[in-house]
C-alpha cells in the first residue's frame, strides 16, 4: 500500500483547511458582501427619498445620481472651463466622488468596482442566483452548460469584446465636453434604475434588461465590456504602484490533490 504524505499547515503545498462555525462568516468576501449592501442600501434610500419628497419640496433632497463617479467625469471640462457650471443632472458632490474614485483606482486599482459599485452589486446577485437554481435545477445546469459549449467558438471575441468599454468611456466623455450635455444618460443601464420610477421609456431599458439577463449566464457582463467608469479604473490602475503579483512556486496546493 503506498503511503500518504501528510501536509503540514501553513508549508508550501500544503492543503487549505477548511473553515467551520464563525470563521467561515469571518472571510474577506462576507465583508465584502456587507459594504456591497450598505451602498446599495444607501442608494436605494436616497432614490427612494428623492421620488417621495422631489427636489421641489421643502426639504431638498440629494439625487442618488449625484454620488455616481461618472458624473464628475462628465461635468469636469465644463467645471474647469465655464466658472465651476455643471452639465445638467450633475453636482460638485459628483466630481467630489469622481477624485474619490480616482484615488482609489491608483491606489487599489478595480476596488471600486468590486467593493462599491451598486450595479456591479446587482450583477452578482443575479449570477449568484443563476448559481442557486443551477444547483437545485440540474436540468438547467445540463441546458446552461449546453449553452456555452455551442458558444465555445465565439469565446475568442472576448478578448476583443473587452475594447468596447473603452469606447464607451471617450463617448460619454467626449460627447459631454462637446454638446455640453450627458450624452450617454439615456443609455445608461444605472441611471436608467435609479430613475425607473419615472417610468420613461429610454434605450437605457433595454440596456439593462440586457444587462440583468446577460449576468445570468455571464458573470459582471457590463463591467467587463460596456462599463465606462471599468475602462477609466483599467487606465488608471495601469500606472498603480501596488499590484498583485503571484508566486507560481507557491501555488502548489493542489497537486496534492492528485
Not at 468590486?114 to 435545477?137: E, Y
Amino acid at each position: 500500500m503506498a503511503a500518504q504524505s501528510k501536509s503540514i499547515p501553513g508549508a508550501p503545498g500544503s492543503i487549505k483547511p477548511c473553515l467551520h462555525g464563525l470563521k467561515v462568516l469571518l472571510t474577506h468576501q462576507t465583508f465584502r458582501r456587507i459594504v456591497q449592501t450598505g451602498v446599495a442600501a444607501f442608494i436605494a434610500f436616497l432614490a427612494i427619498q428623492h421620488v417621495v419628497i422631489r427636489e421641489n419640496g421643502l426639504v431638498v433632497t440629494a439625487s442618488p445620481e449625484a454620488f455616481c463617479p461618472l458624473g464628475g467625469l462628465e461635468t469636469l471640462y465644463k467645471y474647469f472651463t465655464a466658472g465651476g457650471t455643471f452639465v445638467s443632472h450633475t453636482h460638485l458632490s459628483n466630481v467630489v466622488v469622481l477624485f474619490s474614485f480616482l484615488a482609489v483606482a491608483l491606489l487599489l486599482r478595480s476596488a471600486f468596482c468590486g467593493w462599491l459599485c451598486p450595479l456591479g452589486f446587482l450583477q452578482d446577485l443575479v449570477s449568484n442566483f443563476s448559481s442557486v437554481l443551477q444547483k437545485r435545477f440540474p436540468g438547467l445546469r445540463r441546458g446552461i452548460a449546453s449553452l456555452k459549449k455551442r458558444g465555445a467558438r465565439l469565446a475568442v471575441l472576448d478578448r476583443y469584446l473587452r475594447y468596447l468599454k473603452y469606447l464607451v468611456l471617450a463617448w460619454a466623455v467626449g460627447g459631454s465636453f462637446y454638446f455640453g450635455y450627458m450624452v450617454f444618460r439615456d443609455y445608461d443601464p444605472w441611471s436608467t434604475l435609479l430613475n425607473i420610477a419615472e417610468f420613461s421609456f429610454t434605450p437605457g431599458v433595454i440596456v439593462l434588461v440586457v444587462t440583468l439577463v446577460a449576468s445570468f449566464f455571464i458573470e459582471r457582463s457590463w463591467c467587463r465590456y460596456a462599463c465606462p467608469l471599468g475602462a477609466a479604473s483599467g487606465l488608471l490602475g495601469k500606472v498603480s504602484p501596488i499590484y498583485l503579483k503571484r508566486e507560481e512556486s507557491a501555488c502548489t496546493s493542489l497537486q496534492n490533490l492528485h
